[in-house]
């Protein structure tokens, strides 16, 4: 097989309004485009990938992520710069998001530099930065976070 990366990624939102409020601001402004806002799901394209956030069921309206469950741990968004994750860092602040780290330099890579945060369901994303090639150059280490 030969894939060329991840198509796309759909989270489900405890509440549904609040987030979609958050990722309509977060997300045209990190380059993804809007290609479906309605009552049922947000779905933004851009920069090879795709994020949805999805209305929950009914029954599990209102309630918030924990990553240490079974599910989704955290998103990452891979920058071009140092300046795109100041910038992403100063932008999730202005929308009310929780910052977990702001931007610092990380072990997991030669390089490595991101904020951590959480959206209003307390879903984690995060913005990095990794300058050449990564974990991917010859000899790097990889680490887990």
């Given at each position: 097989?030969?894939?060329?990366?991840?198509?796309?990624?759909?989270?489900?939102?405890?509440?549904f309004k609040a987030s979609t409020d958050f990722y309509r601001e977060l997300?045209?402004?990190?380059?993804?485009?809007?290609v479906e806002d309605s009552e049922e799901i947000l779905y933004c394209v851009g920069a090879r990938t795709a994020l949805g956030i999805r209305k929950p069921d009914p029954a599990h309206a209102g309630e918030r992520a924990n990553q240490w469950r079974v599910g989704l741990h955290h998103y990452c968004f891979r920058a071009k710069n140092r300046e795109t994750v100041d910038q992403a860092h100063k932008l999730v602040m202005a929308l009310g998001g929780k910052i977990i780290h702001a931007p610092e330099e990380g072990p997991w890579a030669p390089g490595y530099y991101s904020v951590?945060?959480?959206?209003?369901?307390g879903i984690r994303g995060e913005v990095n930065h990794v300058p050449g090639k990564g974990v991917l150059a010859e000899?790097?280490?990889f680490r887990t976070h």
């Amino acid at each position: 097989m030969d894939i060329s990366g991840m198509a796309h990624l759909i989270i489900t939102a405890g509440n549904f309004k609040a987030s979609t409020d958050f990722y309509r601001e977060l997300l045209p402004a990190m380059g993804l485009q809007i290609v479906e806002d309605s009552e049922e799901i947000l779905y933004c394209v851009g920069a090879r990938t795709a994020l949805g956030i999805r209305k929950p069921d009914p029954a599990h309206a209102g309630e918030r992520a924990n990553q240490w469950r079974v599910g989704l741990h955290h998103y990452c968004f891979r920058a071009k710069n140092r300046e795109t994750v100041d910038q992403a860092h100063k932008l999730v602040m202005a929308l009310g998001g929780k910052i977990i780290h702001a931007p610092e330099e990380g072990p997991w890579a030669p390089g490595y530099y991101s904020v951590l945060f959480e959206d209003p369901d307390g879903i984690r994303g995060e913005v990095n930065h990794v300058p050449g090639k990564g974990v991917l150059a010859e000899g790097a280490e990889f680490r887990t976070h």
